[in-house]
């Protein structure tokens, strides 16, 4: 079993910056691509960003150059650097894994708030 928990998210002002984290363990022989997803309410789930195991990333129109994700492989953690936040950044933003643990498979953080204040 694989377990993914964020951490960094909050409350900040517009324009501000958050580094979100995602650390995940349990018996894992390998992770794909990490990514980051979010949810604002009243929307549809929403891809942020992606990174693979060799570093290739990807983003989303709305975020791009504003947020950087990056990932340590050696301690099986995703982050997400989001800089010059705006007011519709706002909303639980999830971290997602593709990873082996026996078989390979999807798996999901419990989220993290993101409130950003105008």
């Known amino acids: 079993q694989v377990q993914l928990v964020e951490s960094g998210g909050g409350l900040v002002q517009a324009g501000g910056s958050l580094r979100l984290s995602c650390a995940a363990s349990g018996s894992i022989s390998s992770i794909n691509v990490m990514s980051w997803y979010r949810q604002a309410p009243g929307k549809q789930r929403e891809l942020v960003a992606y990174i693979t195991n060799t570093g290739v990333t990807k983003y989303a129109g709305s975020v791009k150059d504003r947020f950087s994700i990056s990932r340590d492989n050696a301690k099986n953690t995703v982050y997400l650097q989001m800089n010059s936040l705006k007011p519709e950044d706002t909303a639980i933003y999830y971290c997602?894994?593709?990873?082996?643990?026996?078989?390979?498979?999807?798996?999901r953080g419990q989220g993290t708030q993101v409130t950003v204040s105008s």
């Open positions: 997602n894994a593709e990873a082996y643990s026996g078989s390979f498979r999807s798996y």
